[in-house]
């Protein structure tokens, strides 16, 4: 946050937290033009959002998103059983609720922090998935455990954490060698906060802040944009970002853990930006971590947004890179995800843009991303989009509209990784909606590398519904 004044850190749970003070703001006609949903600066009261991306069809493409799909509806059959192009059938999508209970608020909409967690796998075959838990947007006092074990027909809470009381955004969530490990920040300490809870005995759990050299680290004023991910075998990472006071260039800061303690924390400037956000990160096979994410230049309300890429060698410092928006007219604003193939190190990035599309970036392995920043295929009518694979084949792309579209999963023609994908050859299957309020999803999740070490071998994901209208529910989604 860049101030403390009276607790009103966050109305920034969701302003310049989430992206959603602009960049990351809803389409007006779906979301409803709540503007304290992405208003304020952290620290402040709430202001008046000035982004409303609206649906464009300037997209000429055939995938969701683009003009044949982007606007209306489509009536895409997902049961269908019969060989789609790409030679393989096309999938069934099931779905179940995994809560109605998750954190939201006229202040903040529900599908606050997408890049925090997803669906996680344990070693079992069991799905886990955390969901925060408070009275009001300035408190998140818990963390409620959610397990779906192998056959069960459904999800079930099993344990309840009790955060510190100065935690008030949601937490960062990676399950590791049987621990699920979440991370967030107690502004009132200024202690970065881990919980544990054994997956194998739920009845082990507790919360404490991060040690460094023995004693609980110190975190600056204005420490806010956690997040986490796995760097390897027993190895994790955990970030936040220094906002810069009064429009001044922040910091970024990391400590990273191979299992012996935490090490760190690694500072490094920023360059032009206030800050670095909404951070979406993935190791690469050599332990290093790339990332992608949101940078504001200036004082807030008149800065600028910008996607931004890095590459982070554990122990050194990071350097931003901007990607661009393909369009003169546009911006690139705001990381929508990241994957990285595991064997050529190729990165594929996705990057909302500043008129409600989502660019597609792809980096060969071992190249630099100067030669790499522009979009080579566009998805109009986008609010969220997420990748996931399972095991060695195809890349999936899961795509939340903007404008009352419904939610498309696009399966890669080919299981090629390290190369670009082909989006114009790829196969869109609309997701039915799971209830009400789920055209405009608010947020998509993924199991991912990013949150455990347990291979992903199945495509799953979660969604929350529409803003004020089912941001309250989570459902899970998989394919058969």
Known sequence: MRAFVAMLVSLAACNHAEGERTSESPDTTTFAAVASDMSGEPGTSTGTSTDTPTTTTSDTSTAPGTTSLGVATDTTDTTDTTTDTTGAAPPVVHTVQITADNRHYVEMHGGWGPHLRGPMRAADDALWFTVDAGEDVLHNREIVYMRRGPGDPGWSEVARGQHAAGVQQNAASILLDGVIYSYAVDIAAHRVQECTLLVADVAQHACAPILISGQPHVTPASSNY?????????????????????GAPGEFHYTYNYGGGWNGPVVSGLGDANDFAYVHA??????????????????????????????????????????????????????????????????????????????????????????????LHVFSDSYRARWLRAGEGPLHLLRGSAGGAGIWLLRAATPEVAGPVDWGLAEPFAVPAPADGFGAPSALFVESPTYQATPVAAIEFAMCGQYQISDGQIWQGWLE
């Open 226 to 246: 956690i997040g986490a991910a796995v760097l390897g075998a027993g190895w994790r990472i955990v970030w936040w970002t220094v906002v810069g006071e009064n």
């Open 282 to 375: 993935m190791r690469s096979a050599a332990g290093e971590l790339r990332l992608a994410g949101q940078a504001f230049t200036g004082k807030y309300p008149d800065g600028t947004y910008s996607a931004r890429v890095a590459d982070l060698v554990p122990g050194q410092p990071l350097a931003l890179i901007t990607l661009g928006s393909g369009d003169p007219m546009l911006v690139a604003q705001t990381a929508a995800d990241l994957w990285v193939d595991p064997v050529s190190d190729a990165v594929h990035v996705l990057a909302t843009r500043s008129d409600a599309s989502v660019g597609y970036y792809h980096r060969p392995g071992g190249a630099a991303w100067a030669a790499h920043g522009e979009p």
